[in-house]
C-alpha cells in the first residue's frame, strides 16, 4: 500500500543559491533607492541659494559641512522664526533657515539660536563684540542677508509717502534711512525714500515683513547675492585699510598702461578726437 501524502508539497525548495540571489536582489534595490534619495538631497542642496540662515552662520559651504541637522537652533528660537527643511521644501533637508515675509528674526539681544548649536556651524565670535574687556553678543552684528528696495515697487519712490520699513528697522536710521529726491514727475515736490546701508544692515527682514505692498518691494537676499564684488585689484585711496592691503604689492603691475596713459592728464583730457593724433 502506497503510504506517500497524495498532496505533494509545492512549496519551492529554497536554495542556497536562490537564497543568496535574493539577498543580492534587496541590496542592490536598497542602494538604488538610497543613491535617489542622495540625489534628491544633492539636488535640493544645489536649488537653495537664497536661503537665508540665522545669525552667525558660516559660509554656506562651511555651513553645511558643519551643520549636524540637530536642530536645536530652531528650538531655541522663541518666536519660531527658524524652520527646518524638510524633503520636498527645495532646501538642503535637516538645515535651519527662515522667511522673513511670513516670521522674521526679532534681533534677540541674548540671540539663544546660537550658543545651544554644537557644532559651530553658527559661529558666536561672528555675533560678538568685547565690552570691558568681556566678550558679549551683539545681534547688530549679525549678517544674516541684506535687504533691497525695488524702487519700481516701492510706493514711497513713487511719492506716496510711505516710511513703514524704515519705522520697523531695529537700527533705525542706520540700516535704513530716508533720504530727499526730487519728484521728476511733478518737478516742484520732492520724494521721501528709504536707502538701505550695507554696513548696518543685519538682514533680519523685519523691513520685508512690515513693507504694506502686496509683494513686498524689500526683501532681504544672502549678502553674497545681494553684494557685488569690485575685485582685490581695485583700492579705495582714502581707506587706510585698503593701502595697508596693497603696501607689499608692485603697484606698476597692476597698473593698466595704453598709449593714452603715457600722456599727462592735461593732454588726454583736453584731447580733440578725430582732430588731433594720438
Not at 184 to 190: C, P, Q, V
Request: a neutral charge; one cysteine or more; aromatic letters at 6%.
Amino acid at each position: 500500500m502506497n503510504t506517500q501524502n497524495p498532496k505533494r508539497d509545492t512549496k519551492p525548495k529554497i536554495t542556497e543559491r536562490r537564497r543568496f540571489l535574493t539577498i543580492m536582489a534587496q541590496s542592490v534595490g536598497l542602494s538604488a533607492l538610497g543613491g535617489l534619495i542622495w540625489t534628491g538631497y544633492v539636488e535640493e542642496a544645489k536649488a537653495s541659494p537664497l536661503m537665508l540662515r540665522p545669525p552667525g552662520a558660516l559660509p554656506e559651504r562651511d555651513f553645511l559641512r558643519m551643520c549636524i541637522k540637530c536642530g536645536q537652533c530652531a528650538e531655541a528660537c522663541p518666536y519660531d522664526t527658524l524652520l527646518i527643511a524638510k524633503p520636498g521644501d527645495g532646501r538642503p533637508m535637516g538645515t535651519p533657515y527662515f522667511i522673513p515675509r511670513e516670521i522674521p528674526c526679532y534681533m534677540c539681544t541674548d540671540i539663544p539660536c546660537v550658543p545651544v548649536c554644537p557644532t559651530n556651524a553658527l559661529d558666536q565670535k561672528s555675533v560678538s563684540s568685547v565690552k570691558d574687556g568681556k566678550e558679549v553678543l551683539d545681534i547688530n552684528k549679525a549678517k544674516m542677508g541684506l535687504a533691497i528696495i525695488d524702487a519700481e515697487s516701492c510706493i514711497a519712490y513713487w511719492g506716496i509717502q510711505c516710511d513703514a520699513c524704515y519705522r520697523a528697522c531695529p537700527i533705525l536710521g542706520d540700516a535704513i534711512s530716508i533720504e530727499y529726491i526730487r519728484n521728476e514727475r511733478t518737478g516742484k515736490h520732492a520724494k521721501l525714500v528709504p536707502v538701505v546701508h550695507a554696513d548696518h544692515c543685519t538682514g533680519c527682514g523685519l523691513c520685508e515683513h512690515a513693507c504694506v505692498t502686496e509683494k513686498a518691494a524689500i526683501f532681504v537676499l544672502p549678502r553674497d547675492v545681494a553684494m557685488g564684488k569690485p575685485g582685490d585689484y581695485y583700492v579705495k585711496g582714502w581707506s587706510e585699510k585698503d593701502q595697508e592691503r596693497i603696501k607689499e604689492r608692485d603697484i606698476n603691475r597692476l597698473q593698466t598702461k595704453t598709449k593714452r596713459s603715457e600722456k599727462s592728464p592735461q593732454d588726454y583730457l583736453n584731447l580733440d578726437e578725430g582732430l588731433f593724433d594720438e
